[in-house]
């Protein structure tokens, strides 16, 4: 099995190498993992290539650098993926992002989002004359697929449990993030603040916080009944 996953930024692109690592349990005689124009540049340092050619799985994740590209960097290669024999390319982008305000500027209900991507897909479908690909979306970002995993931060901080996340950041782990929060990166923020640490898309924070997600965490979300969005990509991926 051959896949090209093309997301975002480099939260996804870190989220999604672990995700991925954790599936296969790092073994390398199952999987290769391969990274792509990661941005920031000091990511390719903790983010790196492994496996062996003869390995049954291979998976290319692209860091595209910007929500919007993520569909156009797909149209370019769709034509040079399929002729390379994948058998899957992924598209993960976040919901909240510009063109999404500009479209609908004060609606965040579940029918602005379905339209939304559904335009977005049937953009992609255009050019995507054999079926391979498939645009998969965080709604409303990646952020709320993290603060459906309340457990990793008290590994972050060992005050951050679900009364303190509630008390001191106004996050309620019993509700659905994907479906309470229009802007989960701001709460996830305000979890970092109550705590007096900075968080903000830099390498070294995202990677202190994606790097302590593990299998169980990933199980845990994906059977909790919570980010659906979630939910979809893991069953697109695996």
């Not at 994907?178 to 979890?191: G, V």
């Amino acid at each position: 099995m051959k896949a090209a996953i093309y997301v975002e930024g480099v939260t996804e692109a870190s989220f999604v190498y672990r995700l991925i690592g954790e599936h296969y349990q790092w073994n390398w005689d199952l999987f290769r993992l391969e990274c792509l124009h990661l941005d920031p540049k000091e990511a390719i340092g903790d983010l790196l290539n492994y496996g062996k050619e003869e390995a049954p799985d291979y998976y290319l994740i692209y860091d595209s650098c910007s929500d919007s590209a993520v569909s156009s960097d797909i149209k370019d290669r769709i034509d040079n993926h399929q002729k390379a024999g994948f058998d899957k390319v992924i598209g993960l982008r976040d919901v909240y992002s510009d063109n999404f305000k500009d479209l609908y500027p004060q609606q965040f209900d579940e029918r602005a989002v379905a339209s939304f991507m559904k335009d977005m897909r049937d953009a992609l479908k255009v050019f995507d004359t054999k079926g391979l690909a498939r645009l998969c979306f965080a709604i409303m970002e990646i952020e709320a697929w993290i603060l459906a995993m309340d457990d990793v931060f008290s590994r972050v901080d060992s005050r951050l449990d679900a009364q303190w996340l509630n008390e001191k950041a106004k996050v309620d782990v019993s509700k659905d993030p994907e479906k309470e929060y229009h802007h989960p990166y701001a709460r996830l923020k305000a979890i970092y603040d109550s705590v007096a640490m900075p968080y903000g898309k830099h390498w070294d924070a995202i990677k202190k916080l994606i790097f302590k997600l593990n299998q169980k965490d990933f199980e845990m979300l994906y059977n909790s009944g919570k980010c659906n969005s979630f939910h979809e990509f893991y069953d697109t991926m695996f």
